[in-house]
């Protein structure tokens, strides 16, 4: 049975601390890396670049007849970030345990990892001080959850601007400058991605994966574990367009729409009639100050046009920028889970992991978190 920790006690200097609980000695706190380099500080949030399945490719070479194609790391966004610190490693089952022990979390929604189905699990992973798996990242917590326990320690979870100017040393390290297939890329390496290391179908113990790690300049250690091992919560609620300065519905663009532009000029008669009324043309879109963002839209020899979807922010560094509100959460990277073909959701731009809120009960046992505090 679980050993239980009594109420806290009133120490000697009168003061109620965690340290003076009788019954357990509080787990030792994660050791964090100091994030202050103007370099990783000040970045371009998001990528030009599109991946399929798990291969990465120019976005010049992207045409589709469908905006909802279009990447939600597009466009991107160069940011400017307040110096903060970052957990070293993902928060374990020890941890948790004892916040949930002080009255100060409530237990995950389960207490296993892996597939159940399958004979890649762990049906106890969670729950005993002397669990074996205690120093590995806990799962089956919500956002919520995630966010209750970084308050307990005095922290918060990370923004996801914070989290992907960080995570983008360790893409680097793992992937380089990949740009084909990103199993291939990662084959063999140190890293808890099933599609790059199938001895790693399970999660790991914590900051135990070599190449897994982000060196971040000035820092005193490497942060480990954020593209693998398991995804992370991020404070943020999912939005598509986050990015985009303003709709291209805007009032400063006239009659622009969201309308298909540029036909080529031989070849207008024949895709006039697939534009919006009025919206043929958009010279506010061709001046690159403008920030527009557009699709290729490629249908045939047919026609070939743009499709502007939305206005972005251009040259101008967003400071803190906002995070995003929606009934949908944000996690970010890859996990032991990820299997080859889906690959593109280890890249530590991409955005697609996310899930409905569903009053707050949704968890996974491929999704754990680290938290992180202002500098």
């Given at each position: 049975m679980r050993a239980t920790i009594a109420m806290l006690v009133t120490c000697a200097s009168g003061t109620l601390l965690f340290g003076c609980a009788k019954g357990r000695t509080p787990p030792d706190p994660t050791a964090m890396v100091?994030?202050?380099?103007?370099?990783?500080?000040e970045y371009t949030f998001g990528s030009s670049d599109y991946c399929l399945g798990?291969?990465?490719?120019?976005?010049?070479d992207m045409c589709t007849n469908s905006s909802e194609s279009i990447p939600a790391v597009w466009p991107t966004m160069k940011v400017k970030l307040k110096p903060f610190r970052i957990d070293s490693r993902e928060v374990?089952?020890?941890?948790?345990?004892?916040?949930?022990?002080?009255?100060?979390?409530?237990?995950?929604k389960a207490g296993?990892?892996?597939?159940?189905?399958?004979?890649?699990?762990?049906?106890?992973?969670?729950?005993?001080?002397?669990?074996?798996?205690?120093?590995?990242?806990?799962?089956?917590?919500?956002?919520?959850?995630?966010?209750?326990?970084c308050a307990f320690v005095g922290k918060r979870l990370p923004t996801e601007y914070e989290w992907e100017a960080v995570a983008r040393l360790a893409h680097k390290k793992i992937f380089g400058d990949a740009t084909t297939k990103l199993s291939e890329a990662c084959k063999n390496k140190e890293v808890a991605i099933k599609g790059c290391n199938t001895a790693y179908p399970l999660p790991q113990a914590a900051?135990?994966?070599?190449?897994?790690?982000?060196?971040?300049?000035?820092g005193t250690q490497d942060v480990s574990d954020l593209i693998g091992n398991v995804s992370e919560w991020v404070e943020a609620g999912f939005v598509q367009n986050i990015t985009?300065?303003?709709?291209?519905?805007?009032?400063?663009?006239?009659?622009?729409?969201?309308?298909?532009d540029k036909c080529a000029e031989d070849k207008k008669d024949k895709c006039s009639s697939d534009l919006y009324p009025d919206c043929q043309t958009c010279d506010a879109c061709a001046d690159p100050a403008k920030g527009c963002f557009g699709q290729c839209v490629d249908a045939g020899d047919a026609k070939k046009a743009t499709f502007w979807q939305c206005i972005g922010f251009g040259d101008a560094a967003q400071e803190n920028p906002a995070v995003g509100k929606s009934a949908t959460a944000m996690f970010r990277g890859a996990s032991y889970g990820t299997a080859a073909g889906s690959?593109?959701?280890?890249?530590?731009?991409?955005?697609?992991?996310?899930?409905?809120?569903?009053?707050?009960?949704?968890?996974?046992?491929?999704?754990?978190?680290?938290?992180?505090?202002?500098?």
């Open positions: 100091a994030v202050t380099d103007g370099a990783t500080l798990e291969s990465v490719k120019p976005a010049a374990t089952n020890l941890q948790y345990l004892y916040c949930v022990e002080m009255g100060k979390c409530s237990e995950p296993n990892a892996g597939d159940p189905k399958s004979a890649d699990s762990i049906q106890h992973y969670y729950g005993d001080a002397d669990n074996p798996y205690n120093d590995y990242p806990v799962v089956h917590v919500t956002q919520q959850q995630a966010r209750e326990y900051g135990v994966r070599i190449d897994d790690k982000a060196q971040v300049p000035g985009c300065k303003a709709a291209m519905s805007d009032a400063s663009l006239g009659k622009c729409c969201s309308a298909r690959m593109c959701e280890a890249r530590a731009v991409d955005r697609s992991n996310k899930t409905q809120l569903s009053d707050n009960k949704i968890s996974s046992p491929y999704v754990g978190f680290r938290c992180v505090a202002d500098q």
